[in-house]
Every structure is written in structure tokens, then in C-alpha cells.
């Protein structure tokens, strides 16, 4: 039904900056939330930011003050402006999508490559 297609990633020195998209099609009108996780081999995927439908917005404590969400509604899109890169933050990104009344995220992004280089 819902359909995430993002894009964005690419190979980065320290420092540098990157900026993710992420577009959903399908069933989407109002009342949902969009966030971004990221998730590196043998790891959990984990929560990097999110912005709801109200909005507001949530960061790890890892990406604080580097990384910045936003969302255009009517484009149905959530962006993730990531500065200051470390080599940590070196993941495949994942966008992902709920309705508000869902308790957990339910639809994903393919997947985007995040490589920062030391």
C-alpha cells in the first residue's frame, strides 16, 4: 500500500555533509509519522530521528545537534540533513513510515549507503 523510495547516500570524508530523501507513495493523505533509522552488520537497526504528524521531532543522542529532520507533507517526504559526519555514522539509512495511531513503525525504505571515511 505505502511505498518509501529514498535516495541520498554516497561516500563522505569526516566532517562532511549528506543529505537523505525519502518520498512515500501509495495511501498517504494524513495523520502519519516519518522517521530515519540506520542499522550497520551485526548490529540492530537503531532509531536515528523522527518528526510526526503534529509535529515534533525526536533525535538519538548520537546525532544530536549534527543531524536535522524535516518533512514537506505535501510532497510526502521526510529529508534527514546529516553535518559534521563521523566515520561512526557510517550505515545503511533506512526511512520509515506509521500512521500515529500505530505503535510502532511498519514500512521501509529500501535502504541507502552511508559511508564517511576518516
Known amino acids: 500500500q505505502v511505498q518509501l523510495v529514498e535516495s541520498g547516500g554516497g561516500l563522505v570524508q569526516a566532517g562532511g555533509s549528506l543529505r537523505l530523501s525519502c518520498t512515500a507513495s501509495?495511501?498517504?493523505?494524513?495523520?502519519?509519522?516519518m522517521g530515519w533509522f540506520r542499522q550497520t552488520p551485526g548490529n540492530k537497526r537503531e532509531f536515528v530521528a523522527t518528526?510526526?504528524?503534529?509535529?515534533?521531532?525526536f533525535y538519538s543522542d548520537s546525532v544530536k545537534g549534527r543531524f536535522t529532520i524535516s518533512r514537506d507533507n505535501a510532497k510526502n517526504a521526510v529529508y534527514l540533513q546529516m553535518s559534521s559526519l563521523k566515520p561512526e555514522d557510517t550505515a545503511v539509512y533506512y526511512c520509515?513510515?506509521?500512521?500515529?495511531?500505530?505503535?510502532?513503525?511498519?514500512?521501509w525504505g529500501q535502504g541507502t549507503q552511508v559511508t564517511v571515511s576518516s
Open positions: 520509515a513510515f506509521k500512521y500515529t495511531e500505530q505503535t510502532a513503525y511498519n514500512v
Open positions: 501509495g495511501h498517504t493523505s494524513s495523520g502519519y509519522d
Open positions: 518528526m510526526t504528524w503534529i509535529p515534533m521531532t
